[in-house]
């Protein structure tokens, strides 16, 4: 009798172990995959814009049909971002998930309110800390419907996050736990990518296509939003903000004729600091590797790599110049600064300076490791 009792109770048990009382149909189940976040300051609300998408969707565009799934952008208000969140959940019958969250894009004029918005997304347990975050000045619903590559949700920026081409921007967008370790750093200035909607390069038949792209970069440093800064100024620092393997290098002579197009395979920045009486100051070198992609003036390797150490050279301390103007260390210079040398960065806050105003001195070296398939005359 007790044998039979405890294999009724272990059967029972295996039933009750290997049900499945709690399962959800792929089709029951909806995802945020980005997310926008905006800041009103006269009627102190956040604004939260969502797009959401079903798994379901998702397997439509893979099959023979490819039909573009259907687009879901939400939006919600309130005194915080959870709560415009949760205005946002009211009128889904079936609460979306954070579990496939890819992308935070924050308004600009949002950026003074960072603290809040790290707050909350941190607190929220199904935030992953590789969501990528990015800032937009353009409007929020627009940019998260904007158009995707093939109908696929998966080719757009704001789920496949990397450029890997020749135009690759000089600052992408960072992951949310860099950007938290930054942010809250004493002696670093983080740089959040601003995203722009491309409203006329492309077309699918006579239909114009909107698609996003990376134009410039927002600085922030103690957690205060700095400057906007544009693509042109951060040409002249992106040996120290990305990894330019594969990027154009364009050539111009003394008189800015254009020259040449250089492809880089190797190129990497580094600071040096120096004590003197004056405070100190820095030193930027560059060192570059590229070969010839292609050539309008035939000029020769050494006249070539000469051209191009003085451009790069020249977009650097422009930049650098840009940066001083702003209050903004384009390179890193704090960083290197309280990292290595604590009592100079001591000394220097001390005193009231700002970084930007030490001297910085600029050294390129470029060396054309080859011509192609072509040799130079």
Sequence with gaps: MRAATRLLALAFMAVILTSCWDQRSIQETSYFTSLGIDFDEKQKLFSVYGTLITMADVAKTEGPSGKAAPAYLGHGEGESPQLALEALYRSTQLRPSLDHLMTIVVKQRALSRMPDILDSINRARTVRYNVFIAATTEPLDELLASDTFFN???????????????AAPPVQMISLQAFVRQFYEESHTTFLPLLKLDRASWKQGNKTKTYIFYDGAHAIAGRKARAALNEKILQGVKWYHSNPTGTFLEVRDDAGKFVAILIVTKGKGRISYSENAKGGAFKAVIRVQAYIYELHDMAGERQLETWAQNGIREKLEQSLASGRESRVDLIGLEDKLYRHHPAAWKRLKRDGREVTDLPC??????????????KLK
């Design 152 to 166: 696929s949700p998966m080719y757009t920026f704001l789920y496949a996050h990397r450029v890997h081409s020749p």
């Design 361 to 374: 001195e600029v050294v390129v070296d470029v060396k054309v490791t080859n011509s192609g398939k072509l």
